[in-house]
């Protein structure tokens, strides 16, 4: 309480220890609309959030008196049950730009893993008493002269250690822009302590000493995997020149299981299809960036490029077209920079690029194509943090700024990643009308960038089910390139397939036979991503058995190629195959290898999917199932299926996780402990309005209680059950609840499996 008592008044005081950022390292222009969406309503006496055709977030309703800053929570809106339990909230955020007294935009700090934002019911909040959003928002206090931060846990759940929180300066603003630096808890009890991440040591991201620290993602919290840089250049002196500057940019910074590698090999860093150079480069599994640097008419250029797969979640930047030109000592150390940050993201380490971006975009002096590459790649780390909101106004500012300026290249930069932004949004009119005006722009460019505009076209085509034009487009894509274009065409091709409708199955067979024909013997891993697409459609047409085939020639592809995310990817997926054809021991075995593949990359997203999937194991056992070491790695399973989804702060999987741990352990005759998992799942479900799952939790309390001839809570736990069916509209549940009520029959438990 003293700790909590000290953040209040130091709160009501306003004390502030950052220095203003300069003006100039933010676009002059606003990344937000000049007017407010007219078609956009709440019912009389409602304040609700709305979703515009662009994307953005609206309080739309009753903000009278409301000004940019104040605190909302958006609730859950629909039917509730529970008369004496309020509203659960499923986000918190701040008032942004108000436009009138019924609309403003609205800036979300923290919201539930898959939750749907709209339509969501808006309460107000005071920043002296924080509401808990799962562990989404906490208090924190920051001594000047301490590089720890101390978070005021509360209520709270699951903060851990490895989770990474960024910390967010009071006042008004883009989240974005007030997120100055980033910590890691390493230890968690009442208080959490989290140390800050290294980065830029400048005044301007001094955090103040109170605040909010926003939980962003959970790692394994250890050294970073190894990673490879390989300087590449016939150039001997401007090799050792660039070394030097990257030496110099380390020393500032966690190096840690970096090496430099210098190559002689001569290489031309303005080419427009810089990104081919990876194909030639070494590659030993490890996190690899290839780096060229060469004198041209006087003047130093450089690119850089990613070599293999990258590990962790969001886009990965293409190298700025043209490279980047090296003119001062400032330059290279920023250059240097850049690629560390590159470094990162192959790694895994979104937030920690998010917090080396964050302190060179500090920076006034960095301008030009790596700034706007720099803002780029700032914007893909908040979208692969599941920040849409924060990446989509990065973007728009970064359009705005460009268009003001008149350059070009940075405008389709941005616009590129707009329409990928639209498109994970789910907006599909928005990302085919930006995919075309970023084709047509494209026309009188070099090849390599155009076929790659014709092919993210396409893929908007596909989204929005236009068949017929997106195949002419893709005969557009082989006429540019009858010799496969070193492997660009498998390559763009493979999204295009990513992007086809389940139902267009014409289309996909004749695409998968384009792929086989691109993909056989190209560079990289085309031939083995070619197998994963034979395989998901030899699965999705019911031939299990050839798309296991699949499967298995696939990671056999990728293990040669050392492509290790390739390899725990084809598992997983062989995994899924083998839970299908029943094979219990091999499906474990898969699942098991995918997972400590994920775990030795850091991987801790992928580790949570695996576990989630592999549960599906244990679901619907019966009597005759035979046991076999799979059944007695159940619990572990289940455990890990738990622990994943509650230090991610997926509080719906989480339900569902407890669910089926206590559905395991009924049928393996642990009936006691089946009731925690049951009673668990309710309350999480509960929290985030997945009545479904709530309904079956009581219905199975109520059965555990029958068999136990406990009456009086079987009765309770009924009603609950059928108060939450009912609120859930499920006929299905409704039906078993019903059948819960006849007299059972005389063998009603069900057999118990021995372990």
């Known amino acids: 309480m003293r700790f909590l008592s000290l953040i209040l008044t130091l709160v ?3 004390g502030c220890a950052g220095a203003p950022e300069k003006d100039a390292i933010w676009p002059p222009v606003s990344g937000t609309p000049e007017s407010a969406p007219a078609n956009l309503n709440a019912p009389a006496g409602a304040t609700l959030l709305k979703r515009s055709e662009d994307g953005r977030l609206w309080i739309v309703g009753d903000l009278s008196e409301k000004k940019p800053g104040d605190i909302f929570y958006a609730r859950y809106s629909g039917t509730w049950p529970l008369q004496d339990m309020a509203r659960p909230a499923f986000a918190m955020g701040e008032v942004g730009r108000v436009y009138s007294a019924g609309s403003a935009l609205a800036r979300v700090i923290y919201a539930l893993p898959s939750v749907a934002l709209e339509d969501l019911e808006v309460t107000w909040g005071s920043r002296e008493n924080l509401e808990a959003v799962g562990k989404g928002v906490l208090p924190y206090i920051k001594n000047a002269d301490s590089n720890e931060a101390r978070l005021e846990i509360g209520e709270a759940e699951g903060v851990q250690p490895g989770d990474i929180y960024g910390l ?6 883009p989240i974005a822009r007030r997120m100055v630096r980033f910590c890691v808890v390493v230890d968690a009890a009442e208080v959490a302590t989290c140390r800050l991440l290294q980065g830029a040591e400048m005044p301007e991201l001094n955090v103040d000493p109170v605040g909010y620290a926003v939980f962003l993602e959970h790692t394994y919290g250890k050294t970073p995997p190894t990673a490879k840089i390989q300087l590449l250049s016939s150039d001997r002196q401007l090799l050792e020149k660039l070394q030097a500057a990257f030496d110099k940019h380390l020393s500032g910074v966690d190096r840690a299981n970096i090496s430099l590698v210098l190559v002689d090999k001569v290489v031309d860093p303005t080419r427009p299809d810089f990104h081919r150079v990876e194909r030639d ?12 640097v060469r004198s041209l008419d006087g003047k130093i250029r450089a690119n ?10 969001g886009m990965i930047a293409a190298p700025p077209i043209g490279g980047v030109a090296l003119e001062s000592e400032e330059d290279f150390q920023s250059f240097a920079g850049m690629v560390f940050a590159a470094v990162q993201v192959y790694r895994g380490q979104t937030a920690e690029a998010l917090g080396q971006i964050r302190g060179m975009l500090a920076d006034p002096a960095l301008k030009g194509p790596m700034r706007w590459h720099l803002r780029d790649q700032f914007a893909m780390r908040f979208a692969g943090l599941g920040r849409m909101e924060d990446a989509i106004y990065l973007v728009e500012e970064d359009m705005a700024s460009a268009r003001a300026a008149g350059d070009q290249e940075a405008y389709l930069n941005a616009l590129g990643t707009i329409v990928r932004l639209h498109d994970l949004q789910d907006r599909p009119d928005k990302a ?5 005006e970023y084709l047509d722009a494209r026309k009188p460019g070099d090849p390599s960038s155009y076929l790659g505009a014709l092919s993210m076209y396409v893929e908007m085509l596909l989204a ?5 034009e997106a195949k002419a487009r893709i005969e557009e894509m082989k006429s540019l390139c009858p010799d496969g274009c070193d492997g660009d065409l498998a390559g ?8 086809l409708p389940k139902d267009a199955k014409e289309l996909q067979a004749e695409l998968l036979t384009t792929l086989e024909q691109y993909s056989m013997g190209a560079k990289g891993g085309a031939e083995a991503a070619f197998r994963v697409y034979q395989g998901l459609s030899l699965f999705g047409d019911g031939d299990v058995e050839q798309g296991l085939i699949a499967f298995l020639e696939a990671e056999r592809l990728y293990s040669g190629l050392k492509y290790q995310q390739g390899v725990a990817r084809a598992q997983f997926l062989r995994m899924m195959a083998q839970i299908s054809r029943g094979e219990a021991d091999d499906a474990l075995e898969a699942g098991k290898s995918a997972i400590e593949i994920h775990r030795q990359l850091q991987d801790f997203g992928q580790v949570a999917t695996v576990y989630e999937r592999l549960s599906g194991l244990y679901a619907n056992l019966d009597g005759s199932i035979q046991p076999g070491p799979w059944l007695g790695a159940g619990e572990h399973v289940m455990l890990g299926a738990i622990a994943a989804a509650s230090a991610m702060g997926h509080i719906p999987q989480l339900a569902e996780a407890s669910f089926n741990y206590g559905s395991f352990l009924i049928r393996v005759g642990q009936t006691e402990d089946s009731k ?16 479904e799952i709530a309904a079956m939790s009581h219905l199975s309390l109520a059965m555990v209680a029958r068999q136990e001839g406990d009456f009086e809570t079987f009765r309770d736990e009924l009603t609950r059950a059928q108060a939450m069916a009912k609120v859930a509209d499920d006929p299905e549940l409704m039906k078993a609840i019903e059948r819960a009520l006849m007299p059972p029959p005389e063998t009603e438990a069900p057999p118990t499996i021995s372990l």
Do not use: H
Not at 304 to 313: D, E, I, R
Not at 464 to 468: G, R
Not at 678 to 690: C, D, G, P, V
């Open 281 to 292: 480069a070494e590659y030993s599994g490890e996190a690899t960036i290839v780096v060229g």
């Open 432 to 436: 085919l009308a930006g995919a075309l």
């Open 464 to 468: 929005k089910n236009q068949l017929d």
């Open 168 to 173: 967010m300066r009071s006042g008004d603003g």
């Open 304 to 313: 850089y490029t990613g070599v293999g797969p990258a590990s962790g979640p």
């Open 12 to 14: 009501i005081l306003g």
């Open 676 to 691: 925690t998992g049951f009673r668990r799942a309710a309350i999480y479900a509960i929290r985030t309005a997945r009545f």
């Open 492 to 499: 763009l091709l493979s999204g295009v397939y990513w992007a």
